[in-house]
């Protein structure tokens, strides 16, 4: 019920903040493509899809995003994806009496959509979502799940254009892992994920 309440009131901000930039008519980023270096943490999971409860997570991302044609007046559609250096989880393990334990992995994100607008004085939204594919070092976060997860993202963020062709972005994603039903044990983690981007846009194909 926690997560239904902050999920609504984020959808809500959103909503408002997208309104307030629609108002502005201030030019859009002018590019076609970027590339993006992001790093976040999440400080407590939630108990949502995902059943492990008291988890942290590190999360890190790089990818590159392509503009394609947007339906929706007023806003920038990109197509992305990129790989996924580190994801580490610091969480309780169930099937052991809820003992900390941790474990790492690495992996892609093949495919994800961005929608952006802009608002005044070089800032922009974005709202996104995005799927992942992630190989641990071990059975996580069981011994009778899998090393090979999937992920999901739900992300909302601003950027602040700091140079010509740069950009620094602040954003909140709601980030989902579990095995898809592959292993014994299923139990996934729901992480609530601050994060930062630094991004790098370039004209033409």
């Not at 629609?22 to 590339?35: A, L």
Request: aromatic share 18%.
């Amino acid at each position: 019920m926690r997560f239904v309440k902050f999920f609504f009131l984020t959808s809500v901000l959103l909503s408002l903040l997208t309104g307030w930039a629609y108002s502005q008519q201030v030019p859009e980023f002018s590019t076609e493509r970027f590339t993006s270096f992001s790093i976040g943490y999440s400080p407590m999971s939630v108990f949502f899809l995902g059943k492990t409860p008291n988890s942290q997570t590190l999360y890190s991302y790089f990818g590159k995003a392509k503009k394609v044609e947007s339906k929706f007046p007023g806003t920038q559609m990109f197509i992305t994806s990129g790989i996924i250096p580190l994801l580490a989880y610091d969480y309780e393990k169930r099937d052991d009496g809820g003992r900390k334990d941790n474990a790492w992995g690495a992996g892609i994100s093949p495919f994800g959509v961005i929608f952006k607008t802009s608002g005044q004085k070089n800032v922009s939204f974005e709202y996104g979502i995005a799927s992942g594919i992630v190989y641990m070092n071990k059975f996580f976060p069981t011994d009778r799940s899998g090393r090979l997860n999937y992920t999901i993202d739900l992300s909302i963020s601003i950027e602040k254009k700091i140079f010509e062709q740069s950009g620094l972005l602040f954003g909140y994603k709601f980030h989902h892992i579990s095995n898809a039903q592959t292993g014994t044990q299923n139990p996934g983690i729901d992480s609530n994920i601050f994060f930062i981007s630094y991004k790098t846009y370039r004209h033409g194909n």
